[in-house]
């Protein structure tokens, strides 16, 4: 039921949006930006103002330079609806300071992928009560590699990604930027043969003390070193379909003991206003609160009584600020599974 009104509430902000961005575009104003869409066959490129696109066309390769030097604005890179996962995720205010820490944890409990495997964007959609309602991105680095590699075979030189979240291409959602790409590191490793190569060359012309067979040994060495290198990366390119099947299943985990939202949702609902959480830490069952408060010690006390919580301790003395008239916190208590 959250869900349903997380989505109706962003369509009513999205009406909103568009029928005061459709105004700005009449009247001429809005940044101008340009979209591409990369095909099997053909380039679509969208000349958008605000979020409206005001041109489109599919071109080939016998125009598409010509035309693309015309279009004005950024140049961004669409990832396809299939390559990208969207989730909603509604957290307590109290923990808006660890929005990183929690994305972390909740994107490798949703998808099959590590943290350190996707790349992420995430904006705030609504916020209610002590809840702050966001929709989360979520891309593997190895899909926008291989839309990077097709990007730069077409003739592009792509810095930004976006995902296309609506059927209106402009209104599109995650930025995305990639820092290297693998045509980025074959062009390297390519251009470093070819200077040791020549320079093992010009070395055997020029140097008599040099022999020839050495020379021409360690050319050899270098090239088995190198061909290797290049078979793992066109292995790595086969890989990437696999990724496709992977992005598909991403619902299975955790559900025997109270997820990090749950833990973190019974906190805020205990604590008093005048209590804040900055930093958490969940390990096994022992959960570290360190924060801020008007009386420190209602804290410790408040989470003793509740159901979820037990045992709760000081790990270092409470220390007062005076001139904030705050306490602060660093205490752990052991979670009830």
């Not at 979820?308 to 599974?337: C, D, G, H, Q, Y």
Request: with cysteine; proline share 3%; aromatic share 8%.
């Amino acid at each position: 039921m959250s869900d349903i009104k997380l989505y109706l509430r962003s369509w009513f902000e999205g009406i909103r949006t568009g029928l005061q961005s459709n105004l700005a575009v009449s009247l001429g104003f809005g940044n101008q930006f340009v979209l591409v869409n990369l095909g099997e066959v053909a380039v679509e490129l969208f000349q958008c103002r605000g979020k409206r696109i005001i041109w489109s066309g599919k071109l080939d390769q016998n125009n598409f330079s010509s035309k693309l030097n015309k279009l004005k604005g950024d140049q961004l890179i669409l990832i396809p609806k299939e390559d990208f996962v969207t989730f909603h995720l509604s957290i307590p205010k109290v923990a808006e300071h660890s929005i990183e820490q929690l994305l972390e944890s909740e994107i490798e409990r949703r998808t099959a992928f590590h943290y350190d495997e996707v790349k992420t964007d995430h904006f705030v959609l609504s916020s209610e009560g002590t809840h702050v309602n966001l929709l989360v991105y979520v891309v593997p680095k190895k899909k926008l590699t291989a839309i990077c590699e097709t990007a730069m075979k077409a003739g592009l030189k792509p810095q930004c990604f976006v995902a296309q979240n609506t059927d209106n291409l402009a209104e599109y959602g995650g930025t995305f930027k990639l820092e290297s790409s693998a045509s980025d590191k074959q062009s390297r490793l390519r251009i470093f043969a070819a200077m040791l190569v020549l320079t093992l060359f010009v070395t055997a012309l020029v140097s008599p003390f040099i022999e020839r067979h050495w020379s021409y040994g360690k050319l050899l060495a270098e090239n088995k070193r190198i061909t290797p290198l290049s078979e793992d990366i066109h292995k790595r390119k086969q890989n990437l379909r696999l990724y496709e099947e992977q992005v598909k299943t991403i619902n299975e985990f955790s559900r025997q003991q109270p997820t990090v939202v749950a833990i973190l949702d019974e906190v805020s609902k205990i604590l008093p206003d005048t209590a804040w959480i900055r930093r958490f830490h969940l390990k096994d069952n022992e959960l570290v609160l360190q924060g801020f408060a008007s009386n420190a010690s209602d804290v410790v006390a408040i989470l003793g009584s509740s159901e979820m919580f037990e045992s709760p301790s000081l790990r270092a003395p409470i220390t007062r600020e005076p001139e904030k008239e705050i306490e602060r916190f660093n205490l752990v208590v052991r979670v009830r599974f």
